[in-house]
């Protein structure tokens, strides 16, 4: 289940902290070392073991979804 949220006011990373999915200290981390390897912020987060393949392609499937509609809407 997840909530209604107007994933266009946050950006991936933020939406997964807001949701609970990851710790903000840990999207840091991410941001820090998505830097350096140039890698989505996605599949830096599975890469330090933060989300699983499978919870990474569910959340941004959902995110991404969410964004289409809103933007339908407008």
């Known amino acids: 289940v997840y909530p209604t949220m107007d994933s266009n006011r ?7 902290v807001a949701l609970s999915i990851i710790e903000k200290n840990e999207l840091e981390k ?3 070392e ?10 830096t987060l599975v890469s330090l073991g933060f989300m699983t393949k499978d919870q990474l392609n569910e959340h941004l499937n959902y995110y991404l979804f969410q964004k289409n509609i809103i933007k339908d809407r407008n």
């Open 10 to 16: 946050f950006l991936f990373g933020e939406y997964l």
């Open 34 to 43: 998505q830097k350096s390897k140039e890698l989505p912020i996605g599949e």
């Open 30 to 32: 991410a941001l820090t």
